[in-house]
C-alpha cells in the first residue's frame, strides 16, 4: 500500500513495501517493518563504516544539540567547524593540506569543486579555464552539477542537465586522456576522479594514477579525489589517494565522515589554493544552511576519534585480505559467480546466467530481492552487485554474507529458470 513517501530511486510499483521500510539498526543489522532483521552488507549507503548506533558519535552528537543547537559558517564561524577542520587536516596530511570547506553531501561538494577550480583559475587570470573532465562509468551525485560529471548515463538528457563544460574520459586507458589534454589542455579547469569507480567498483590503475598526475603538473589543472566513497578507511587507508606518488589538490570526504550520521562533506585543499582568494579579497560564493554545524562537526570529530580507538584502518586491511580468499573461492566454486572486482572493503561480484552469458543489468534488482531473501541487503553494480561491508565486521559475518548472496543468487537463477520453463511451454 503506497504512502506519503517518495523514496529515492525506488521503482513506484515498490513504494510502500513493509519490507523495505527499515526500523532500526544496530551493528551490522537492519530490522524492518515486515518483522525480518537482515544483514548488512553495504554499511548503510556506503557510510556506516563503524557500523549503527556507535555510542561516542551519538552522544557527542547529542551533546553537541545540546550546548550549540544550531551554529553556522555562512559569514560566520564556530569553534566546532575549526575543531573539525583540524582534525581532518591532521587525518589527510597536514604536509599537504591546510583548509576545509564543509558541505552537506558529495554532491554537492562537487558542485563546490567545480565552482572552486574555475574561480581559482579565474583569479590566477585565466579566464578560459571552464572545462571539467570526468570518467564515463563514474558517479559523483545527483545535485545538478555533480549529475552533470557523473559518467553513467542517468538521464541527464531528461532533466536538462547542463553539460556543455564537461567532458568525459574512459578510466584507466592513459591514451585518451592524454589525447584530450594535449587538444584542450589550457581550458581544462579541474579533472575530477574517484579512485575506485562507484558503481562497478573498478580502481583507477597506479599507471593511469601516474599519468593524471603528470599531466596535471603539464597542463595546470587540478586534480581532484572524489573520496565520497573511498574515504574513512574503506579502501585499506584512511583516504585511498594517500597511495598515490603525489597528493590530489582537492579531496572530497562525505559518506564515512560522520559515520553516517549527519548530512555531511567536506573538501579539503592546501593552502596555496586559497592564496588567490586571499591576495585579491575575493569572496568564493558558496554557502550551504547545515554545512559546518556543530552536530555535524561534533560528529566528525567523534568518528575520527572512534577510528582511532577501533583501529579501523587496520580492521579494513584485515577484513580485504579475508575478501580476497573469499572472493577467489567464490568465483572458483560458484558457476553463477564470473568475476569480481575491487579493492579494500568495496568489492563488486559479477554474475552470470546459468546459460554463461554476462547477467543483463535490467535482471539487477532481482537479484538484490533475491539476496534479501535469503537474509542480506546489497547494493546493485555491474552485471552483479555491491558489497561493502562495516570495517567493523567479524570473520563470522563476513562467511554469513558471501553465503546468503550465494543462496540469493542461486535463489533467483532458479526463478529465472521456471520462468523460462513457463515461457516454453505456453
Known amino acids: 500500500m503506497p504512502t506519503e513517501l517518495?523514496?529515492?530511486?525506488?521503482?513506484?510499483?515498490?513504494?510502500?513495501?513493509?519490507?523495505?521500510?527499515?526500523?532500526?539498526?544496530?551493528?551490522?543489522?537492519?530490522?524492518?517493518?515486515?518483522?525480518?532483521?537482515?544483514?548488512?552488507?553495504?554499511?548503510?549507503?556506503?557510510?556506516?563504516?563503524?557500523?549503527?548506533?556507535?555510542?561516542?558519535?551519538a552522544q557527542a552528537c547529542a551533546d553537541a544539540l545540546r550546548?550549540?543547537?544550531?551554529?553556522?559558517?555562512?559569514?560566520?564561524?564556530?569553534?566546532?567547524?575549526?575543531r573539525a577542520a583540524r582534525a581532518l587536516i591532521e587525518a589527510a596530511g597536514a604536509e599537504?593540506?591546510?583548509?576545509?570547506?564543509?558541505?552537506?553531501?558529495?554532491?554537492?561538494?562537487?558542485?563546490?569543486?567545480?565552482?572552486?577550480?574555475?574561480?581559482?583559475?579565474?583569479?590566477?587570470g585565466d579566464t578560459t579555464r571552464k572545462l571539467v573532465v570526468g570518467l564515463r562509468d563514474s558517479y559523483h551525485g545527483l545535485t545538478f552539477g555533480g549529475f552533470a560529471l557523473t559518467g553513467e548515463q542517468l538521464g541527464q538528457s531528461v532533466y536538462g542537465v547542463d553539460q556543455r563544460l564537461v567532458r568525459h574520459v574512459t578510466p584507466n586507458v592513459g591514451e585518451e586522456?592524454?589525447?584530450?589534454?594535449?587538444?584542450?589542455?589550457?581550458?581544462?579547469?579541474?579533472?575530477?576522479?574517484?579512485?575506485?569507480?562507484?558503481?562497478?567498483?573498478?580502481?583507477?590503475?597506479?599507471?593511469?594514477?601516474?599519468?593524471?598526475l603528470e599531466l596535471r603538473d603539464r597542463h595546470g589543472f587540478l586534480l581532484v579525489a572524489d573520496e565520497v566513497a573511498t574515504g574513512f578507511g574503506r579502501t585499506g587507508d584512511f583516504f585511498a589517494s594517500q597511495r598515490w606518488p603525489a597528493p590530489p589538490d582537492l579531496l572530497i570526504t562525505s559518506?564515512?565522515?560522520?559515520?553516517?550520521?549527519?548530512?555531511?562533506?567536506?573538501?579539503?585543499?592546501?593552502?596555496?589554493?586559497?592564496?588567490?582568494?586571499e591576495t585579491a579579497g575575493d569572496v568564493f560564493v558558496h554557502g550551504e544552511t547545515q554545512a559546518g554545524t556543530p552536530v555535524t562537526c561534533a560528529a566528525i570529530i567523534a568518528t575520527l576519534e572512534e577510528m582511532r580507538r577501533l583501529d579501523a584502518v587496520a580492521s579494513a586491511r584485515r577484513l580485504s585480505a579475508l575478501l580476497d580468499?573469499?572472493?577467489?573461492?567464490?568465483?572458483?566454486?560458484?558457476?553463477?559467480?564470473?568475476?569480481?572486482?575491487?579493492?579494500?572493503?568495496?568489492?563488486s561480484i559479477r554474475l552470470r546466467?546459468?546459460?554463461?552469458?554476462?547477467?543483463?543489468?535490467?535482471?539487477?534488482?532481482?537479484v538484490v530481492a533475491a539476496i534479501r531473501g535469503a537474509g542480506a541487503v546489497v547494493h546493485p553494480s555491474v552485471n552483479g552487485v555491491q558489497i561493502l561491508p562495516a570495517l567493523t565486521y567479524t570473520d563470522d559475518e563476513l562467511t554469513e554474507l558471501l553465503d546468503r548472496i550465494r543462496r540469493g543468487v542461486r535463489a533467483h537463477a532458479q526463478g529465472r529458470t521456471a520462468a523460462d520453463r513457463e515461457t516454453e511451454a505456453v
Open 325 to 347: 580468499t573469499a572472493l577467489e573461492h567464490l568465483v572458483a566454486t560458484e558457476p553463477l559467480v564470473s568475476a569480481t572486482t575491487g579493492l579494500g572493503c568495496f568489492r
Open 255 to 277: 559518506k564515512g565522515l560522520t559515520n553516517g550520521t549527519q548530512a555531511a562533506a567536506a573538501v579539503l585543499m592546501p593552502q596555496a589554493l586559497a592564496e588567490p582568494f
Open 6 to 57: 517518495w523514496p529515492s530511486l525506488l521503482e513506484p510499483a515498490l513504494h510502500g513495501a513493509d519490507d523495505l521500510c527499515a526500523v532500526s539498526a544496530d551493528g551490522v543489522r537492519i530490522r524492518f517493518l515486515d518483522g525480518r532483521e537482515l544483514l548488512c552488507g553495504v554499511s548503510g549507503l556506503w557510510n556506516a563504516n563503524l557500523g549503527y548506533g556507535n555510542e561516542a558519535i
Open 96 to 124: 599537504h593540506y591546510g583548509k576545509v570547506v564543509f558541505s552537506t553531501s558529495g554532491g554537492a561538494a562537487n558542485d563546490l569543486v567545480m565552482k572552486l577550480a574555475r574561480h581559482y583559475h579565474a583569479l590566477r
Open 353 to 366: 546466467t546459468p546459460e554463461g552469458d554476462p547477467l543483463p543489468q535490467h535482471e539487477v534488482p532481482r
Open 177 to 212: 586522456i592524454d589525447r584530450l589534454a594535449a587538444q584542450q589542455g589550457d581550458r581544462i579547469a579541474a579533472m575530477v576522479v574517484e579512485p575506485v569507480l562507484g558503481s562497478g567498483a573498478v580502481p583507477l590503475t597506479p599507471d593511469y594514477v601516474r599519468t593524471l
Open 67 to 82: 550546548d550549540a543547537s544550531y551554529l553556522s559558517v555562512f559569514r560566520y564561524e564556530n569553534v566546532y567547524a575549526r
